[in-house]
């Protein structure tokens, strides 16, 4: 296990630039690397009745309680298939100044790096795997544009509530 602060330089300038890079239903996405708290191995998860099939269930990590979503089944594409590499994510949820740590579970991290400013454009209004409202932008990394996801869509807890009553 290991926390993002030894794959990363905290300095207020470059963290603007810095992006987690994962592999989720074998594409390439990015998120802002501060929206990470941390990144552990695939661990168990207890599953919780009545919840929608993108939400795994529970997990202990470092003695809190946090529940985990599967990225790929959330962007109804399909499931995760666990391996070796599949890790949890986990995000700080901020929503009136109350904090929720989420997991959401990956394929792989495939690293930690920047993205320069001027190779980030809005994202298409159309035309991706995933709804537009998850995609913030488009970021060019080698020479590809990918996904950098918008995780408060991702993981907004009002939407999710609501999936969880349909």
Not at 75 to 102: A, C, G, H, P, R
Not at 115 to 135: H, M, V, W
């Amino acid at each position: 296990m290991s926390t993002l602060d030894d794959d990363f330089n905290m300095n207020a300038d470059s963290t603007q630039d810095q992006y987690l890079l994962f592999l989720a239903g074998g594409e390439l996405y990015a998120m802002e690397a501060l929206k990470a708290q941390e990144i552990v191995e695939y661990i168990s998860v207890t599953k919780v009745p009545k919840m929608q099939s993108f939400i795994k269930g529970v997990t202990n990590i470092r003695g809190n309680i946090v529940a985990v979503i599967d990225l790929i089944d959330r962007f109804k594409l399909s499931k995760t298939e666990i391996s070796d590499k599949t890790s949890i994510v986990v995000i700080n949820y901020k929503k009136n100044d109350e904090t929720t740590q989420i997991g959401i579970m990956i394929d792989e991290v495939y690293e930690v790096d920047t993205i320069e400013k001027s190779n980030i454009k809005k994202a298409p209004e159309f035309g991706a795997k995933i709804d537009s409202k998850y995609i913030l932008n488009m970021g060019k990394y080698e020479n590809k544009y990918i996904p950098i996801l918008n995780m408060e869509a991702i993981l907004d807890v009002d939407e999710l509530s609501t999936l969880l009553s349909e």
